[in-house]
């Protein structure tokens, strides 16, 4: 069985961060022959604002032309993809609340999904909520590739790290990044801890046949042994991603809601935070 790429979203924004990710995004689709479709989504400069409700009208009029000059100047940067693209490109845009929710509904009927990490340093950062990475991860079900807020990476990675841990959030994150390594030239899986037998009598499955049916080749690293608890691992797995010269990161995002915010697992706030390579999540 071989798994394909037919519909990309990407998320875009004010940012500089989110001309890099359409262009990712743009090589990505194109290696793929997958349609993609791109979703400008942002809160309107008034919520951004304190005080917003105390606003007077002349304010609000204001921010509100500035939100649409900055929605023409990202048009004209999707403009620039779609004309360049060899696969067909659609736009849309929503700016409805609360607005993870928004884009998660719309990442549901996609294959794969690109975001962009947060930056605090980019004042046009504001406009998108700090939590919408993990929230439309976790809200959507769907798969995503992360990109760092600053870089330049390739849509075709060679070399790919999975960081693997039997359970359900990265078996779906492996299954998701199939099509990426089978056109990589090099694959490590890095674990940590024993892995946990289970008895079978016939043939059993693992990581190693699931990887040769999909004709893909992979080096294992055993990395040591699970973190003590309340320990992350997170900083061990980006460094190893150095060592290897890795340029995407394969995982599953660890993470559950409560009150209305997201709980995210060590590993995964700490890659979140420090990334310096794509990453493939699955929740």
């Known amino acids: 069985m071989t798994f394909h790429l037919r519909q990309l979203l990407v998320h875009h924004d004010p940012t500089v961060a989110s001309r890099a990710r359409l262009r990712f995004a743009r090589e990505l689709a194109e290696q793929h022959g997958a349609r993609l479709d791109v979703l400008y989504a942002v809160q309107p400069s008034f919520v951004q604002a304190p005080y917003a409700a105390m606003l007077a009208p002349s304010v609000l009029g204001t921010l509100a032309q500035a939100d649409q000059e900055r929605m023409h100047q990202a048009r004209g940067a999707y403009d620039e993809v779609a004309r360049a693209c060899a696969t067909r490109v659609q736009w849309a845009a929503t700016h409805d609340a609360p607005l993870a929710f928004a884009v998660a509904e719309q990442a549901r009927f996609a294959d794969l999904l690109v975001l962009g990490q947060w930056d605090p340093s980019d004042a046009l950062a504001r406009a998108v909520p700090q939590d919408l990475v993990e929230a439309v991860l976790i809200d959507s079900g769907r798969p995503a590739i992360v990109l760092p807020s600053a870089g330049k990476f390739a849509g075709s990675p060679a070399t790919v790290c999975i960081a693997w841990k039997p359970g359900a959030e ?114």
């Open 170 to 283: 990265c078996a779906r994150a492996l299954a998701a990044a199939v099509p990426l390594l089978q056109g990589a030239r090099q694959v490590h899986v890095l674990s940590w801890g024993e892995p946990a037998d289970v008895a079978v009598e016939g043939h059993r499955l693992d990581l190693r046949s699931y990887l040769a049916m999909h004709d893909i080749e992979a080096s294992f690293h055993h990395e040591g042994p699970a973190p003590a608890r309340g320990g992350d691992i997170g900083e061990a797995l980006l460094s190893r991603v150095c060592d290897l010269q890795a340029d995407l990161l394969v995982m599953g995002c660890y993470g559950h809601g409560r009150a209305r915010e997201w709980v995210l697992g060590g590993a995964t706030r700490t890659v979140l935070r420090s990334m310096t390579v794509p990453v493939l999540m699955s929740h």
